[in-house]
């Protein structure tokens, strides 16, 4: 069905909830993201203990960068069910971008007492600690998510961007490099991420960009 077929079926009946989410879903892909929001609302108005589309309406709300907004629609849907994983993961991330490193962490915290294997929450839960300047408790994050997940380039970057921070440029060097393996456009984005500046201009990150380029 498209959004026509949705509003005609609105109009038929005015408390359609499934009408109302499907929309929200559509507009959301189409990055009509306040329209979107419009039609959550309309089905929490009808459904108010539907976790999902709270979910949903954090979202839609993150995408436009709204991200305490973000925080108390992911709070409302934790609230009717607490017990799944992805609710806590959208909280963790939106407490991430609200720079609460420490809630954040206790978010992916509870992603992985109720998902273990989730890396997301592995590789999110290292990132706050980075932030933190918690440097050796994130390398024990990083090294236990590729554990779960040994061909995640995220985790071998962060890990390397972990090493950079504290200047231990043969650490960074080599595990930038399996980053790089994985993904080639890792190389890219460290020449210009802030976290390798203090080693950028070591010879060992040089030689790394020669024998990539």
């Not at 408390?15 to 892909?29: I, M, S, V």
Request: proline share 1%; charged share 25%.
């Amino acid at each position: 069905m498209d959004l026509a077929a949705y509003q005609q079926a609105i109009a038929i009946q005015l408390d359609f909830y499934q009408a109302w989410y499907k929309q929200g879903e559509t507009l959301a892909k189409l990055q009509r993201y306040e329209q979107a929001i419009a039609a959550y609302d309309k089905v929490i108005e009808i459904r108010p203990e539907d976790s999902n589309t709270w979910r949903l309406r954090g979202q839609a709300l993150v995408a436009q960068k709204n991200y305490q907004a973000a925080l108390d629609s992911y709070n409302q849907a934790i609230t009717i069910y607490s017990d799944f994983y992805g609710f806590w993961l959208d909280r963790g991330n939106a407490l991430y971008y609200l720079q609460q490193y420490e809630e954040a962490i206790a978010s992916y915290e509870r992603v992985i007492e109720l998902k273990p294997d989730n890396i997301n929450a592995w590789n999110n839960k290292g990132g706050s600690l980075i932030k933190l300047q918690r440097y050796e408790e994130a390398l024990i994050v990083y090294d236990r998510a590729i554990e779960i997940k040994s061909d995640s380039a995220d985790c071998w970057y962060n890990k390397a961007c972990c090493y950079a921070l504290q200047n231990n440029v043969a650490l960074a060097i080599e595990n930038l490099q399996q980053s790089i393996k994985l993904e080639s456009n890792r190389l890219e984005i460290a020449k210009t991420d802030p976290d390798f500046d203090a080693i950028r201009e070591h010879e060992m990150f040089q030689i790394l960009v020669d024998k990539y380029s």
